[in-house]
């Protein structure tokens, strides 16, 4: 007998609205498909949400806790003893060390809200600063341009009324990034092609041809590496014709003229030469954006993981702001929340403000600054490996997987397993959870309850959906939040919980409270209890809820703007940063040393690391072989299909070449978070360990110590049969 259940897909922030078959008497999931009466994703849903029943029944899925034995060798553990296991070295450590030694990492399935909700609770209670993520890993630089920029409260022009949008190293085809600019996020392709059938220009900067670019209007290829310069041009290619607004510039902003004398050396002539992007069409692309009338400029990993991160972002700010790319005073906000409160929203900008070094508690190593109220991942090997006061001693990982996520490969592999205790929560035994201590089996997304509250304000739209779970977990098996519900009590610290979700910057924990929720239901109900709509009526919905909330108008400044709260055209630093790219000479044709440079990507069938220990889905999609140029593999004599290793300054890899003619010639494009546990396993079936190639004590933000991943200088050496891996 089959049944079929309503839900919604959770791999990725789109939330594709699915129905799945579930076997009444086997209780195995069999069958996922879209649900075409989803008001949002209208029965769209991609190869990763169809693979949801294979992550459910993968034969090496977790049913319980596992502890490593004296002979090295992880085996069973009942999961209310290893909580107490775990909750007495902890305490141990705390006793002897303090609550510094004590630090979790919280990666993409981390940030689940009731799995966040929980962690971060335990983490206060034990009175730890230790939190890092995965959030300062690749886009640290769009909040750090912020904080130097300003912000405009009432957000970006919509899509949806936007006749130009300028996406610069982003790929939402694939991705699904840009739902804060109103864009929906499903099914991206059929959306941007009817988008470009009602009027809208579509201006993409991309070194590769990807899925988005194939479809744009204009599409500039600049050399990886060398964003800064493009927008460079573009902003001088505007203010030099006088094409920005000038009147938003003269009541909102400050600076035009200091970053006008900045960027007028990047002339098109300048920007081709150093760039690749011929002159006419970087013209072209800058006038169509700057014609609007409405519009919004915004960027992605690909220019936040190479070179000048912050600055690429900072640019971009300053185009929408000569521009006036915001939604002002009369328009509609229009999705005011279901289930957070409604807002109501007032013209104007909210000047530069610092979100680094807040706390008392900072890194220890290499001049780094918290984040919010983040440490910067950038800095957790160090923190392991540097003896000392504060050092780390003890770490628990919760959905996520350092070892392959984390730039330095060798040096993450070295901490990680110096630490005196790592536990790992996670639905499957990946890289990280293989070396540690004790591994902790969770449900996967179709075996937990959820709410979408998360990206409450990312639909373009009133919409919200609550899902039962589909089926069962094992007995044996945990929900990350009441696992750390149960170490609190375990530990005898507090584990209190607010009803308000602020992402990324964690909820709060009030001290105060005793009244415990006991489960998932009761976190839902309290986290959503300030929500314009009531979880109950939500409920009522199981294809989800487009809410009939009212739609407030944004309302006019009701004074007038304070020199400090002013949108900031002319930060000192990111404008010194910017006559250093001017000044760079460096940006080469051809490196006869490191005649490539490796660049990021995201691959369709994948979401970071999910789906990469599916059996079945590995067998389906393989790998992530690193793609080139077809004149550039036989340059180098290698076929589509064969390995070669890939070299960069700071270390090596083995990769699969393989052909494709949407690479820029003397480009390597390939995913990170991948790789096996030894240099020697086969990269057919482990993949390629990008981050061997990363040094992360080589950063592109100062303050956060991001690494340089993309743009990376390298070499590709043919593998000769016979010969060991690694010798020259």
Not at 225 to 251: H, K, N, P
Not at 590 to 605: A, K, N, V
Request: aromatic residues 6%; hydrophobic residues 40%.
């Amino acid at each position: 007998m089959i049944d079929l259940v309503t839900s919604y897909c959770r791999v990725c922030p789109a939330l594709c609205g699915i129905v799945v078959e579930v076997d009444r008497d086997s209780g195995r999931v069999q069958y996922v498909r879209g649900d075409r009466l989803h008001p949002m994703s209208q029965g769209y849903t991609c190869t990763k949400g169809r693979a949801l029943p294979e992550e459910v029944h993968a034969p090496d899925r977790l049913t319980g806790a596992l502890r490593r034995s004296r002979a090295g060798v992880l085996e069973p553990v009942a999961t209310d003893r290893a909580i107490d296991e775990i909750a007495e070295q902890l305490h141990g450590i705390i006793e002897e060390h303090g609550p510094r030694a004590v630090a979790m990492y919280v990666g993409t399935r981390g940030y689940e809200v009731l799995q966040l909700t929980g962690a971060r609770a335990w983490l206060r209670g034990i009175g730890s600063p230790g939190f890092y993520s995965t959030y300062t890993i690749d886009q640290p630089g769009k909040d750090l341009a912020r904080a130097r920029h300003g912000s405009w409260p009432a957000g970006f022009q919509d899509v949806a009324t936007s006749d130009v949008v300028l996406l610069v190293g982003t790929n939402p085809v694939v991705s699904t990034v840009t739902s804060y600019i109103g864009m929906p996020m499903t099914n991206l392709r059929v959306e941007l092609r009817r988008l470009r059938a009602r009027g809208l220009r579509l201006l993409v900067i991309d070194p590769r041809r990807t899925e988005t670019a194939a479809l744009a209007d204009i599409h500039l290829r600049p050399r990886p590496g060398t964003d800064a310069v493009v927008l460079g041009g573009m902003l001088r290619v505007i203010m030099s014709e006088a094409r920005y607004d000038r009147e938003f510039v003269d009541r909102f902003a400050r600076g035009s003229k200091d970053l006008g004398h900045a960027v007028d050396v990047f002339t098109p002539e300048l920007v081709e030469a150093r760039t690749g992007v011929p002159a006419a069409d970087l013209v072209d692309a800058a006038r169509s954006f700057a014609e609007g009338p409405r519009g919004c400029a915004v960027g992605g990993t690909g220019i936040n993981m190479s070179p000048h991160p912050t600055l690429n972002e900072y640019l971009l700010l300053c185009l929408n702001t000569l521009c006036g790319r915001y939604r002002r005073a009369g328009e509609q906000v229009t999705n005011p929340g279901v289930l957070t409160a409604g807002r109501s929203v007032v013209e104007g900008p909210r000047g530069p403000r610092p979100i680094t070094g807040r706390g008392d508690a900072q890194p220890r190593v290499r001049n780094l600054q918290t984040f919010y109220d983040q440490m910067p991942s950038a800095a957790l090997a160090d923190e392991i490996l540097t003896g000392g006061e504060g050092q780390i001693r003890a770490l628990v990982v919760s959905g996520g997987n350092p070892l392959v996520a984390l730039p330095d490969a060798k040096k993450t592999r070295r901490a990680l397993e110096s630490l005196e205790l790592l536990v790992t929560l996670d639905v499957r035994m990946a890289q990280t959870a293989a070396i540690s201590h004790y591994v902790i089996g969770c449900p996967t997304s179709l075996e937990k309850s959820d709410a979408t509250i998360a990206s409450d304000l990312r639909f373009p739209v009133p919409f919200a959906q609550y899902t039962s779970p589909v089926v069962p977990p094992a007995p044996g098996l945990v929900e990350e939040w009441d696992f750390f519900r149960r170490l609190a009590r375990a530990m005898g610290t507090p584990w209190d919980v607010e009803g308000r979700v602020g992402l990324p910057i964690p909820v709060d924990v009030d001290a105060e409270r005793s009244d415990e929720p006991a489960t998932a239901d009761d976190l839902w109900e309290r986290l959503c209890a300030s929500g314009s709509v009531p979880l109950h009526e939500v409920r009522r919905h199981p294809h989800g809820l487009l809410a009939d909330v009212p739609a407030p108008i944004i309302e006019p400044m009701p004074h007038a703007v304070v020199d400090a709260a002013r949108l900031e055209l002319a930060d000192a630093a990111m404008l010194d940063e910017l006559r250093e790219v001017a000044r760079d000479g460096s940006v080469r044709v051809q490196d006869t040393e490191w005649p490539f440079l490796l660049t990021s990507r995201r691959m369709t069938e994948y979401y970071n690391s999910w789906g990469q220990d599916i059996p079945a889905v590995r067998k389906r999609h393989g790998a992530n072989p690193a793609f080139l140029h077809p004149n550039d593999l036989a340059a180098l004599g290698l076929d589509d299909g064969e390995i070669a290793t890939i070299e960069s300054r700071h270390g090596r890899m083995r990769a699969v070449m393989r052909s494709a003619a949407d690479i820029a010639p003397a480009t390597v494009s390939i995913a990170h978070c991948w790789g096996g546990a030894h240099e020697d396993d086969d990269v057919h079936a482990a993949g390629s360990e990008v981050n061997a190639l990363i040094s992360n004590e080589d950063p592109i933000s100062d303050e956060v110590g991001m690494a340089r991943q993309s743009a990376i200088p390298v070499r590709i050496v043919p593998v000769v049969p016979g010969r060991d891996f690694g010798s020259k």
